[in-house]
């Protein structure tokens, strides 16, 4: 699992800026709980090997009535707070010292989290005189960076996950042990996440056997499917209790963004009565970035009528058009109504994900592809395609050799994935192809 590092500190520290530093996604990842004052964002961050999850937890909004902060956060950020390993504690060394910071660094101190202090916005500024005052906190050392500048970051993050003694991973794809697929059942609140996975696990087919050696903090229950060995990976917060599994935490988007990363199917659970929103599309995004091997089912289709089914059908169409190339199924998770083709779907998907191509039968595509149609020339140069090999597996992705290959346009990218989707049956995967040109 990845370590979670929260940025908290009060409004225009900068905490936003340390993000988008401290983030490789394009598209962070925004919770919209009901009755935030401002979203908080969820990204993903890597330094070196090294990978965590980054949550900007936003500004501490001091209008909380009897002008105490504590109110806000209790609402806002307790709950980012409390799933983080670690907090880096913001403040801005060039307004000093404010009743707020002093305010947030008590609480803090009283929790007994790890937290870093930093003092942002400290480019060009002497060491010492400004951030003497910051020690009055009682949180030790302080950290002077500029996020803006990009100065002092890397450190930060280094001395951040070393607190926490985050080792070099040894890997980054999910291991796979003896074939049994790691399945995350994924969706925001209440789209039946926990009404699948108890209608499954109350299937007679399904027998549920002991795996030793569970992953910290997650539940996992595997169980065996048709003589398939699975591993749920829990992401719904539930515990068994006697025969059936409860949902004992509220939806978390740590646990979710965890159990995206450590599955190697990902099933995309979405609500007939909603529609796809803007955390569908944003999770959906998360597990595209991840590179897994997914699956759509839009749940609870019992309870809409066709008009509603097809506003749901288009809005899956124009919001999730990304996807396009998972399977998508309809289904009624309490009725037990079309469950069985998902499980065809998720072995379909895993198997594509782990796909061998050849290389000659990788090259005798390429060369039948081009002869179909040849990628336009560009000015003076027109790309030479001539051979292709596999480059990498979960996701798949092909690597084409040839010569001035940079000016192959996305669109002829598009038509090369289409005919090697349609030729090897890839149905579930992400499939990359990367254009090598050789001088
Ligand atoms: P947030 O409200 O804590 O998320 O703060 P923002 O990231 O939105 O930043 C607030 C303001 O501070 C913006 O105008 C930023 O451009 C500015 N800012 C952020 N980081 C730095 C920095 O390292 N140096 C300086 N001088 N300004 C910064
Ligand atoms: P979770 O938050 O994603 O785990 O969602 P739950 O499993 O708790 O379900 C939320 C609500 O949707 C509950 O009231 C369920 O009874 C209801 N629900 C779940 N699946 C279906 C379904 O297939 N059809 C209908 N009509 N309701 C469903």
Redesign the pocket.
């Known amino acids: 699992m990845k370590p979670v590092i929260a940025l908290v ?11 988008n530093r401290m983030t490789k996604s394009r598209d962070a990842i925004v919770a919209d709980f009901a009755g935030l004052t401002r979203d908080r964002h969820y990204g993903n961050g890597r330094q070196g090997r090294r990978e965590y999850i980054v949550i ?1 937890t ?2 501490f909004e001091p209008d909380a009535g009897d002008g105490s902060i504590f109110r806000e956060m209790a609402r806002q950020t307790q709950q980012a707070v409390a799933e983080a390993d670690v907090v880096l504690f ?1 403040v801005d060394a ?1 307004a000093g010292l404010s009743a707020q910071d002093h305010d947030i660094a008590n609480y803090l101190r009283r929790l007994g989290k790890t937290s870093i202090l930093v003092a ?4 060009g500024m002497k060491e010492g005189q400004q951030l003497v005052d910051f020690y009055e906190l009682g949180l030790g050392e302080v950290y002077p ?5 990009g ?1 002092g970051i890397r450190s930060l993050v280094d001395f951040a996950l070393d607190s926490i003694g985050i080792p070099e991973p040894d890997d980054d794809l999910p291991t796979e042990d003896e074939g049994i697929i790691k399945l995350a059942v994924a969706g925001r609140p209440n789209v039946g996440k926990s009404t699948l996975i108890n209608t499954w696990l109350g299937e007679e087919r399904l027998v549920a056997f002991d795996l030793p050696g569970t992953t910290r903090d997650a539940i996992s229950v595997p169980f065996e499917r048709n003589g398939q060995k699975f591993e749920l990976i829990d992401t719904a917060g539930l515990r068994r209790k006697g025969k059936v599994f409860e949902a004992i935490e509220k939806f978390s988007v740590v646990k979710t963004l965890q159990a995206i990363e450590s599955a190697n199917v990902v099933l995309l659970l979405l609500d007939a009565t909603q529609g796809v929103t803007d955390q569908d599309a944003h999770i959906a995004g998360f597990i595209l970035e991840t590179g897994r091997a997914v699956v759509v089912a839009i749940n609870k289709w019992d309870a809409v009528d066709e008009y509603q089914r097809e506003l749901v059908l288009r809005s899956v169409e124009t919001r999730l058009a990304f996807l396009k190339f998972a399977a998508l199924h309809y289904i009624s998770a309490k009725k037990r109504q079309g469950l069985g083709p998902v499980w065809q779907s998720i072995i379909q998907a895993h198997a594509a994900a782990n796909i061998k191509m050849s290389t000659p039968m990788l090259t005798r595509l390429l060369h039948e592809a081009v002869q179909f149609q040849a990628p336009k020339r560009s000015g003076m140069f027109r790309p030479k395609l001539r051979y292709a090999h596999q480059g990498g597996m979960n996701p798949p992705v092909v690597v084409v050799h040839g010569n001035s290959l940079e000016h192959v346009t996305d669109a002829y990218k598009r038509y090369l994935e289409g005919r090697l989707r349609k030729q090897f049956n890839l149905i579930g995967t992400p499939l990359r192809i990367e254009m090598k040109t050789s001088h």
């Open positions: 500190g009060r409004p225009n520290v900068g905490k936003s800026t340390l993000f900007d936003g500004g913001i060039r942002n916005k400290a480019e960076v500029s996020a803006a500048h100065q």
